[in-house]
């Protein structure tokens, strides 16, 4: 009897140790394991990180080669020039597929408000991320055209003559050409970024003929390089607030001054910035109207399921 008693309570605590163990070994494994502190900080940078770099690197290849193959073809800077249109196109083209590859994984790949502000108007994307986003995609666009800046100023002095107008500030920002109205030069951004949303959309879309994982940024490649070739050169197919606005305040900082900023009636408020946002959304709300039936957009929610996420979403922010 002794025996028995003894054993009862071992027989009952087993099963509180085995509980205990199972949920230590379950918490151990559910919660994350960081191996310093740089890596518990790197979490909640990742996604920024991803959309900087992203952006970092479609200015560097695209304002890069406008440098190259404007300044090449001065006599004052090179012998014989290194580019033309075509090879600008390539440019652009080369850095947005880039920048996806760079970024698809951990951010979504956006590089572009226009992207950003669509997908959380009309899709799942939180709003509460827009902001880090959008400025990292600024900060991203004044780096990668500084460094452009600081490979090319030697040839940009020699072309200028020291001086610093729009003729080279253009390699950074976008300037209209000079014949086209107001009204020509927004509805050319505007129809650019509607269609390349309207592209991002359909190659994301599981539901119609995705490409296959992780060739999405060579299908935008194409994308960029299709509108630069057909509805681009009269704007320099900016597509993108953060590709236009973060190079034109590099340019304003390095001694163009106000001029980046003034020209034409604050030209790069309307057809830098508002321009590709208008034309993001409207090509995102073709998509979803027309083809899109996922439950990621508002358009295919009942007005309860949208109320529902809407609170959920502001308590979540709370």
Known sequence: MAMLTTSRPTMKSMPSEMSDSITIATTHIESPRYPNRWSKIRKHLR??????LGVLLL?????????????????????SPAGDY??????????????????????????NPAVTISFALLRDFPWKKVPAYITAQVLGGICGAGIVYANYHQAIDLFENG?????????????TAPHLSAAGAFFEEFLGTA?????ICAVTDKRNSPPPSGLVPLVLFFTLMGIAAAIGWQTGFALNPARDFGPRALTAMVGYGKQVFT????????????????????GVFA?????????????????????????QSSDESV
Request: aromatic share 12%; glycine share 14%; with cysteine.
């Open 163 to 175: 001086a610093r107008t729009l003729s080279t500030a253009g390699f950074f920002g976008t300037f």
């Open 195 to 199: 269609v390349l949303l309207l592209v």
């Open 86 to 111: 075509t090879s600008a196109v390539l440019g652009w083209g080369v850095g947005l597929a880039l920048g996806g590859w760079v970024s698809a994984g951990i951010s979504g790949g956006h590089i």
């Open 59 to 79: 200015v560097l290849f695209g304002s890069g080669v406008n440098a190259q193959t404007t300044l090449s073809a001065s006599k004052a800077v090179s012998t």
């Open 263 to 282: 020209y034409r009636n604050h030209y790069w408020i309307w057809c830098g910035i508002m321009a590709p946002i208008l034309g993001g959304i409207t």
């Open 47 to 52: 996604e920024p990180a991803a959309e900087f």
């Open 287 to 311: 998509y979803d109207a027309l083809i899109f039936t996922g439950d990621e957009s508002v358009l295919n929610r009942s007005f309860t399921k949208t109320r529902q996420l809407r609170h």
